[in-house]
């Protein structure tokens, strides 16, 4: 009998909503302080400028108003973990949609989407269906999501220019939670603990299942290298070595179960 589809777990909808927002206004903040010169600089992400990943994350934010003003799905046709899966199917409309935005008034782009973020989510119901890419899904799934994009792209961004900027702390938790549960749901069972402190804890792997004291098999690692991992910006074998992640134990290789987003 296969294994039982893993459930997600809750998240407070309200703290959701309200990191999106946090953290949306972190990276206009630090897009703001940036130079012309940085803004026309190179990225991680391909042929992507600095410029055109910032104008992706106000994509990814303004979505979620652009969804609620469609007519509702009949149907949810996504869950929440059926999603870092899923985006691999729309990475080649996901770069032309970007390259399609005029970023030429970066600071104007983000006013008008936080605005209207703030205006269309206030009012909508955590369970109005919304049509997304991949599929319908709650509003309330679609915003953790949201936690994700804004949190991998800061560091992204962070990356590219140097830059500091900050991350939220609710939603560099969904993301971090998201992420290992897409994992888990990715190699289910519970040979393997992986540990996030202070966000996350996860069971997965097929193999016997420790019941009490020590596991047998543990990874231990932080927030953002767990997310650099999860999402393909960092080789487990590097970050072994760099000592940023612990694995002990025969089955706690994770390196051919990685990246779950990409």
Not at 63 to 68: E, F, G, I, P, S
Not at 216 to 240: H, K, Q
Request: with cysteine; proline share 7%; hydrophobic share 45%.
């Amino acid at each position: 009998m296969p294994p039982a589809k893993k459930r997600a777990r809750s998240y407070d909808s309200a703290r959701t909503r309200a990191a999106v927002l946090a953290q949306f206004r972190n990276v206009r903040d630090g897009v703001a302080a940036l130079t012309p010169e940085q803004l026309d600089g190179p990225t991680r992400l391909g042929p992507w400028t600095v410029r055109e990943l910032a104008a992706h994350v106000t994509m990814a934010v303004g979505a979620v108003a652009r969804y609620l003003d469609e007519p509702e799905p009949a149907k949810q046709e996504v869950g929440l973990l059926d999603w870092p899966s899923a985006t691999a199917t729309a990475s080649a409309r996901i770069d032309e949609d970007t390259r399609a935005i005029d970023a030429a008034d970066l600071p104007g782009l983000y006013e008008r989407t936080a605005a209207g973020y703030e205006e269309r989510v206030a009012g909508a119901a955590d369970g109005r269906l919304v049509p997304t890419r991949f599929g319908a899904m709650t509003l309330a799934d679609f915003l953790v999501t949201r936690t994700v994009e804004l949190v991998v792209h800061t560091d992204d961004l962070n990356a590219a220019t140097g830059a500091d900027i900050p991350y939220d702390r609710q939603a560099l938790a969904a993301c971090t939670r998201l992420l290992a549960d897409a994992l888990a749901a990715k190699a289910p069972g519970g040979a393997v603990e992986l540990r996030i402190p202070p966000f996350a804890v996860v069971q997965c792997v097929e193999g016997p299942r420790h019941t009490r004291g020590t596991p047998p098999n543990v990874v231990e690692t932080d927030p953002l290298t767990w997310i650099r991992l999860a999402t393909g910006r960092a080789e487990w074998a590097a970050e072994r070595e760099a000592a940023r992640v612990g694995a002990s134990g025969e089955r706690a290789d994770l390196e051919a179960l990685l990246p779950v987003l990409s």
